[in-house]
C-alpha cells in the first residue's frame, strides 16, 4: 500500500527534524565535543526515528482500515513492521 503524503507529513517533518540533530551529532563526534552531550543528543536522534516509524505504521493501518476494511489488514505483515522497530 503506497500512504498518502498529507497522512505522514508529521512523520516527515520529524524526520527532517533527526535529520538535522544526526548532523549535529556528527559535527560533535568531529569536533570532540562532551561525550554525555552527544550520546544524549543521538538517543534523542533515535527516539525521533522510532516515533516516526511507529507514526507511518500506525498511518498505513488506518488507510487499509478505511479503504480496504479490517479483513484487508495482514496481521502478520503488521507485526513484523512493529517488530522491525524494535
Known amino acids: 500500500m503506497q500512504l498518502e503524503p498529507a497522512s505522514v507529513k508529521k512523520s ?5 527534524r533527526a535529520n538535522g540533530q544526526l548532523a549535529a551529532v556528527i559535527r560533535m563526534l568531529e569536533e570532540g ?8 543528543q543521538l538517543a534523542a536522534v533515535s527516539k525521533a526515528i522510532d516515533k516516526a516509524g511507529y507514526s507511518i505504521i500506525a498511518a498505513g ?13 495482514d496481521a502478520e505483515k503488521m507485526e513484523k513492521l512493529f517488530l522491525s522497530l524494535s
Request: charged share 25%.
Open 61 to 73: 493501518m488506518r488507510q487499509c482500515f478505511s479503504q480496504e476494511g479490517p479483513d484487508a489488514m
Open 12 to 16: 516527515i517533518t520529524r524526520l527532517k
Open 33 to 40: 565535543q562532551d561525550c554525555e552531550a552527544t550520546v544524549t
